[in-house]
């Protein structure tokens, strides 16, 4: 068998995180005298640098992005930048490296199996093309109306409000409004017109205002894939990394001002002081705070089991939190596990919710399961529009769950089911790709 350019990248990124894994492991076995954080520290570069070279600008695909993007989270999360609590270990790190290798393995078996076709869908949309975008537009419509009726549940706009005010939140109001926003992506695919692009430009100003970041960033990751697949992307590469880069920066503040607002600069100060993170770096500290909050959880996650895992059970609570009752989100489950001192949600990043069932085996089998999902996607997303648009919300979630670490929650199921019962209403518009 010949191999291609593209799947010879992949098992050589593949091979060197295997070797990399069996080299610390052998080193570990025989004793040899080393320190073991720096040793792990100096791979995750040298794995980082490999991607660089290797997929070059074939890097900003999704489905090669979110192991390149695991990979550097895991490293920088590493370093300890803030001094207070337990600092994070080596071992966070390998498994951020096991999770990785286990998604490129994922993607190298799959390349070497699958057999590209493009396949006719062979039948109809159930209604009209006309009634089809009725149906579109109408969806998308009462997400805006889901964020007006959020804010009245609220009390006001979240964004003047600090970061007590989203707890009046409805999950439902939040849900629809999601849905509205990949849908409202979808309008924009099917026809780039002046009016659907002001209308997803619309759901950038109703996230500012509602002071999520997560809402922003979902409309973000989209819109950089879609640049990075153009020739414009290719020629100003640098400028527009960095442009994207300051847009990320710039809705990190989004947090600041809640924080700042709820509870004042002056206490926010004390809290930098408390943490030794010098005040000169108050702009960057929403950043630093993500990249050390979800490595420190998982590491104080780690400690506090001492191999006790729940064999499903923190999971099927967690995805039970759409039912009656008081079922427990994976934020609460981190509070538990780690005795903490306060009501608010902690993040574990995406490894910590397989790994408090499963262990390390939950690691790998969750880097298998999105290596499935990316790899399927990325080669249905290639024939279909509306398969794009179900890649790219399935992508935005899972870089969102890199810090975020809540796998496979109840809006992510929902929505999904939902886009995939809608695929015979909205999905077969047609359109020559």
Same mark, same amino acid.
């Given at each position: 068998?010949?191999?291609?350019?593209?799947?010879?990248?992949?098992?050589?990124?593949?091979?060197?995180?295997?070797?990399?894994?069996?080299?610390?492991?052998?080193?570990?076995?025989?004793?040899?005298?080393?320190?073991?954080?720096?040793?792990?520290?100096?791979?995750?570069?040298?794995?980082?640098?490999?991607?660089?070279?290797?997929?070059?600008?074939?890097?900003?695909?999704?489905?090669?992005?979110?192991?390149?993007?695991?990979?550097?989270?895991?490293?920088?999360?590493?370093?300890?930048?803030?001094?207070?609590?337990?600092?994070?270990?080596?071992?966070?790190?390998?498994?951020?490296?096991?999770?990785?290798?286990?998604?490129?393995?994922?993607?190298?078996?799959?390349?070497?199996?699958?057999?590209?076709?493009?396949?006719?869908?062979?039948?109809?949309?159930?209604?009209?093309?006309?009634?089809?975008?009725?149906?579109?537009?109408?969806?998308?419509?009462?997400?805006?109306?889901?964020?007006?009726?959020?804010?009245?549940?609220?009390?006001?706009?979240?964004?003047?409000?600090?970061?007590?005010?989203?707890?009046?939140?409805?999950?439902?109001?939040?849900?629809?409004?999601?849905?509205?926003?990949?849908?409202?992506?979808?309008?924009?695919?099917?026809?780039?017109?002046?009016?659907?692009?002001?209308?997803?430009?619309?759901?950038?100003?109703?996230?500012?205002?509602?002071?999520?970041?997560?809402? #922003?960033? &979902?409309?973000?990751? %989209? /819109?950089?894939?879609?640049?990075?697949?153009? !020739?414009?992307?290719? +020629?100003?590469?640098?400028?527009?990394?960095?442009?994207?880069?300051?847009?990320?920066?710039?809705?990190?503040?989004?947090?600041?001002?809640?924080?700042?607002?709820?509870?004042?600069?002056?206490?926010?100060?004390?809290?930098?002081?408390?943490?030794?993170?010098?005040?000169?770096?108050?702009?960057?500290?929403?950043?630093?705070?993500?990249?050390?909050?979800?490595?420190?959880?998982?590491?104080?996650?780690?400690?506090?089991?001492?191999?006790?895992?729940?064999?499903?059970?923190?999971?099927?609570?967690?995805?039970?939190?759409?039912?009656?009752?008081?079922?427990?989100?994976?934020?609460?489950?981190?509070?538990?596990?780690?005795?903490?001192?306060?009501?608010?949600?902690?993040?574990?990043?995406?490894?910590?919710?397989?790994?408090?069932?499963?262990?390390?085996?939950? #690691?790998? &089998?969750?880097?298998? %399961? /999105?290596?499935?999902?990316?790899?399927?996607? !990325?080669?249905?997303? +290639?024939?279909?529009?509306?398969?794009?648009?179900?890649?790219?919300?399935?992508?935005?979630?899972?870089?969102?769950?890199?810090?975020?670490?809540?796998?496979?929650?109840?809006?992510?199921?929902?929505?999904?089911?939902?886009?995939?019962?809608?695929?015979?209403?909205?999905?077969?518009?047609?359109?020559?790709?």
């Amino acid at each position: 068998m010949i191999l291609d350019k593209a799947q010879t990248n992949l098992i050589t990124v593949t091979a060197l995180l295997f070797f990399c894994l069996v080299s610390f492991y052998l080193i570990s076995v025989f004793g040899f005298t080393v320190d073991h954080k720096i040793l792990v520290q100096g791979m995750c570069i040298g794995l980082i640098v490999c991607f660089l070279v290797v997929f070059q600008k074939k890097l900003f695909k999704p489905y090669l992005f979110i192991p390149f993007v695991s990979l550097a989270y895991g490293f920088m999360g590493g370093i300890n930048f803030i001094k207070r609590g337990s600092h994070v270990d080596f071992n966070n790190e390998l498994y951020f490296m096991l999770f990785v290798f286990f998604i490129m393995l994922t993607y190298t078996v799959l390349s070497l199996a699958t057999v590209v076709t493009k396949r006719k869908l062979n039948f109809k949309s159930v209604f009209t093309e006309k009634a089809s975008y009725f149906m579109l537009g109408t969806i998308v419509l009462l997400g805006l109306l889901s964020v007006l009726i959020d804010w009245m549940q609220i009390g006001g706009v979240p964004l003047f409000s600090g970061s007590g005010a989203r707890k009046g939140s409805k999950p439902l109001f939040r849900l629809i409004y999601i849905i509205a926003i990949f849908l409202a992506y979808y309008k924009v695919v099917l026809k780039p017109t002046r009016s659907n692009k002001m209308l997803l430009g619309l759901f950038v100003v109703c996230a500012i205002l509602s002071a999520y970041r997560t809402s #922003i960033v &979902f409309i973000l990751i %989209i /819109l950089f894939f879609n640049v990075a697949k153009t !020739d414009f992307f290719r +020629r100003n590469l640098k400028k527009i990394l960095i442009l994207f880069a300051l847009l990320f920066f710039c809705i990190n503040l989004l947090k600041l001002h809640r924080d700042v607002t709820e509870y004042g600069i002056d206490h926010y100060y004390e809290i930098m002081d408390k943490e030794e993170l010098p005040r000169k770096y108050l702009l960057l500290s929403p950043i630093i705070h993500t990249i050390r909050e979800g490595p420190q959880i998982f590491q104080q996650i780690r400690e506090n089991l001492n191999g006790d895992y729940g064999k499903g059970k923190y999971f099927l609570e967690h995805i039970s939190t759409f039912l009656p009752g008081k079922q427990r989100n994976y934020g609460y489950i981190y509070n538990n596990i780690v005795k903490a001192p306060t009501d608010n949600t902690k993040t574990g990043t995406i490894i910590a919710p397989f790994y408090i069932d499963f262990g390390i085996i939950g #690691i790998c &089998f969750l880097g298998v %399961i /999105l290596g499935y999902l990316n790899y399927t996607f !990325d080669l249905k997303a +290639r024939y279909s529009i509306y398969a794009h648009m179900l890649y790219m919300y399935i992508v935005s979630f899972e870089i969102t769950w890199i810090h975020g670490g809540a796998p496979f929650s109840p809006t992510f199921l929902l929505a999904l089911v939902f886009f995939m019962f809608s695929w015979p209403f909205v999905g077969l518009i047609k359109r020559e790709l």
